[in-house]
Nanobody, 121 residues
Framework: QVQLVESGGGLVQAGGSLRLSCAAS????????MGWYRQAPGQQRELVAAINSDVYTRYRDSVKGRFTISRDNAKNTVYLQMNNLKPEDTAVYYCNAGTWVAVLTSGFRAWGQGTQVTVSS
């Protein structure tokens, strides 16, 4: 059973930075695609960034040039470096793991507890 533990969220002023971490267990991490998602109040969960086992990455347009997804297979951890944060980035951030298609389509039943990111203006 996959277990995912997100951390690193917090309160930051606009223009600031945060680095989120997601520690995964119960999977063959090195071969899994990983995704970061976010859900703001009253909004649907959306894919923010994804990375596959070949370290190919994809980002939603609104975070391109500001966010960077990376992975450390030795630590079974995926990161999301978020720079130049904006108030509209405020959300609960989640990670998940699976096939590339599942990551891109958010095709998961189970989610972790997420980590809250709040950006003040």
């Amino acid at each position: 059973q996959v277990q995912l533990v997100e951390s690193g969220g917090g309160l930051v002023q606009a223009g600031g930075s945060l680095r989120l971490s997601c520690a995964a267990s119960g999977i063959t991490f090195s071969s899994a695609a990983m995704g970061w998602y976010r859900q703001a109040p009253g909004q649907q969960r959306e894919l923010v960034a994804a990375i596959n086992s070949d370290v190919y990455t994809r980002y939603r347009d609104s975070v391109k040039g500001r966010f960077t997804i990376s992975r450390d297979n030795a630590k079974n951890t995926v990161y999301l470096q978020m720079n130049n944060l904006k108030p509209e980035d405020t959300a609960v951030y989640y990670c998940n793991a699976g096939t590339w298609v599942a990551v891109l389509t958010s095709g998961f039943r189970a989610w972790g507890q997420g980590t809250q990111v709040t950006v003040s203006s």
